[in-house]
DNA sequence: TTGTAGGCGTTATCAC
DNA sequence: GTGATAACGCCTACAA
């Protein structure tokens, strides 16, 4: 294809291959049988321009603009590194389907560009990231009408499109696991307050998951809630060792506190898994940077983003059919922080 | 405004008024005078009826999309925080502006989105993330006549637009600082070989700045690369004291590796900075969870995000303009990761 | 197999 | 101050 990116449109293509407009449109699209001869003519033409279709026109046209928006929290709160892979997982799986992705920060008081992208109808769809248990985004576009898939989900669940993890069950397991080695009196390291107040899912039913577990095998636990910081995962645990010393099970789901417990656990001269056992939910880098690797649950940033892309761009195909949704449990990763306790 | 935020276009708005179409757009845009009382009626009968102009159909006559383009490295090779604040601190910083802002990764054979943006006329302008010397996707933009803003510089640096950090400045400013310090013997922790063997910008220059900076001083310096991950900063830390156990000044670049930094050196019973010191350009968050905290130059992503929307909508508006540039060094800011050597 | 023509929702140029 | 009306570039019936 040549260098000239000028202002060449279908009618240049035309007039220069000889044929009509809507020729060349079909010869695009497919949409009509074109004379393999006249095709051939037109793509040649084509490559030589470097032509390629204005995307606002074809918008226009078409009533759909190919494209997807990502709904993602404000900048101010900074985003975890699984929240931040998450976001060019979904931009990649989108552009496996010709989508491209808008990106919109949101939840904060800038929700400008949210109202742009939902009633400008500059983007088909919606992927609404972190949603609350009650989430004012998710209704704003449900009533507008745009069709979203949301990360985790919402209190009533059983209405929308949606990508969840089970930490409910994941948590779960992890306590069970703690149970089985013989584990008596754990703790449970949780997102922070805000989220959990304010109906933050994962937050929410990571402790579910928990008291439930803990209930039925009689264990002594604690939850508590922990900053998204290592400094506060190191002063976390010092005053949790210092309150509750018996504790010999700890499992988590809060990533970046990850390198504070660990420095705090090493400070205090508690051995993992010798002393104390540490296990959860978090992303899998996070849990093999652990020393010793963390026998946890991985976080499958890839595959979610992959489903709410699938999703989203099935809801658009067929904008009748039921809603779907998809709990994902990825399968808890045994490396070497767990052990029975002394 | 209220819920139904179906079909309404402008056509809707200018009957429900009792004015022409032209009208509604005009009391929108301001480009022409209304009466006061037709303005009120007008908009009042847009909020009732929550209409926002159709983003494509105003993109198709104005013949811009008030989008911008948002290039970053592929989801592959793992974004470093860093970039990852970046993008949202680009998308906060376009928001301001009124501007979309479209993500496309690029940089492997998913050059499809780049070409989506670049040639279907999606976007008014790009951001291009981290810029090699000599970059083919620079050259696309030149040739295609798109708008763009480079973080980091090409090699070609006065014909382009661009933002970047003064890599070699600050290095050289570390290693100034060690020497009148007194050390005599450091070494540079670089990013991965393959980042400086393809001419990425600030590898390069930090190394530069390394070595002139260290010379003019003569002072005993090594300089070597370390992937992007504390484990590989763990076993660099090892290898280089092995082979120059009198090295007590070292300087980074690499934030990903100083996790496994700080490990190495603890498990070696070097303490930061009575036996050695620690230095560099980092990002502001990397430094602070150092332990002892680094001192270190802060990235600062929030400026360059912001200076690169900046000139990215100068140049939108005043398309005739000679390219602007700007080279920001942070000041160093001092933590307690340095000392005399022992 | 191909061409003609109308429409998508805005903005902008004329008139009045 | 305001109203018609022609672009903008594409898609897609409807004809031929």
Redesign the pocket.
Known sequence: MSCRGG?V???EI?KRA?????????A??G?????A???RRILQVIDDVG????A???A????RTRAIGLVIPPAGRRLTPIQLGFVADVVAAAGRRELDVLLSPSGGEHDRSFERMVRGRRVDGVILMEVRLRDARAARLRESGVPFVAIGHTADAATGYWVDLDYQGLVASCVRHLADLGHREIALINRPRELLDSGYGPARRALDGFEAAAAARSLSATASCCPDEAAAGETFIEDLLAARPGVTGLVTINEAALPGIERALRRLGRAVPRHISVTGVVGRHWAEEFHPPLTAADVPITDMAERAVELLAERLAEPGTPPRNVLLAPPISLRSSTAPPP
Chains 1, 2 share one sequence.
């Open positions: 202002r449109n279908i009618g035309a000889g044929v009509s407009r809507s020729t060349v449109s079909y695009l699209s949409k009509r049988a074109v004379s001869a006249t095709r032509y390629r279709p204005n606002s026109a074809r226009l046209a078409e009533g």
